[in-house]
């Protein structure tokens, strides 16, 4: 199947940390046998501008035409303002780069379309959709329900453009149950995670911590870029701080827009990696982390719950109740309580999902 991949987020030239699940997306789609190209727009936007959230880093010099992972990647300019005052203006940007898109596809057309996020990009994918004919997929990673579904200006247009997808998919439950709770009449709805799956190089069962207890070093990692309010790196600070007045002596390593194999050694290196997140959709590094063979401290966002020991998930976000989680983590012989990630999110699983998706909406037609 010919399929055209419209994300708003994707890795960039300079920022490799960007929209990773997505690039993942596309390469198992590639690995299903199916033709995919990947058009990511952007932004017109200053270099100062970046500054104002980390998944801007990289945007404003990004080219026009780059490949990512043997992929032509086609980014076209848009116009858009922080928190979007004038979502018309926005959408009729995006809509109006079809032309531009037709051109650099040449005589390439898509089965089916699918939209990475909804806002804006769905608009482009519905305008296309109607364009060409093509039945449309929209996925929702966590913001478009969390938060811009509520949204003041762009809130009724993410609810349209949900109901007027032949379907929707929703990284998690809790984001198709909240669309739902929240009024949205979705044509087909389906939950399908992010896979999650590790490099040989990096892959390693997880061991028991060894040293003398409250008196040894230990590196903890917070697995996200500190710059991002919903990440919340003051509680893990504080954490941090609770754990050295217990006697450990405590180095925190954040990450920012590191390539993929850095952050894998970073984790591997790590003693415990802490999620302190208001809000996440997996989150994937918790995963990533266990594939590594890092033990995982989080607050209860997304489905950490699902896998992790109940000792490690924390309710109550406390840096006293995460410390404790952390000592906990360290003390556990994880060799004999090794973590089994769900089947859910397997590479195999999140292909067949994909495919019974696509072949069920390719026999409606």
Known sequence: MKILLVTL???LPTNAARGTFVADHAQLLRDMGHDVRIVNPLPRLLKYMEQSRSTLTGVAKAPKHFEH??????APRYVAYTDHPYPWLTARSIRNRQRSIEKWLSGWRPDHIIAHTLWPVGELARSLSI???VPWTGV???????VGLTHQTTGKRIKSLMESAESMVFVSERLRRTAQDLGVRIKK?????CHSEMDDEWARPMKKWKGRWRREAIDILFPADPRRPEKNHYLALQTGEILEQRGWIVGMTTLKQQPRSIVWDRMIVADVTLITSH??????????SILCGTPVVSTNVGDVATYLPKECVIDEATPEALADACEHALE?????????????TSSQTVGQQW???????EEEE
């Open 131 to 133: 364009r060409w004919k």
């Open 279 to 288: 809000r996440e959709s997996g989150p994937l590094v918790a995963r990533e």
């Open 9 to 11: 987020l994707h890795p």
């Open 140 to 146: 929702v990673h966590g913001h478009d329900v969390d």
């Open 189 to 193: 709805a389906y939950t399908i995670a």
């Open 355 to 361: 495919s019974s998706l696509l072949e069920g909406l």
């Open 69 to 74: 992972n043997e992929f032509q990647i086609f």
């Open 332 to 344: 556990i012989d994880w060799g004999s309580s090794p973590i089994t990630l769900p089947q859910r």
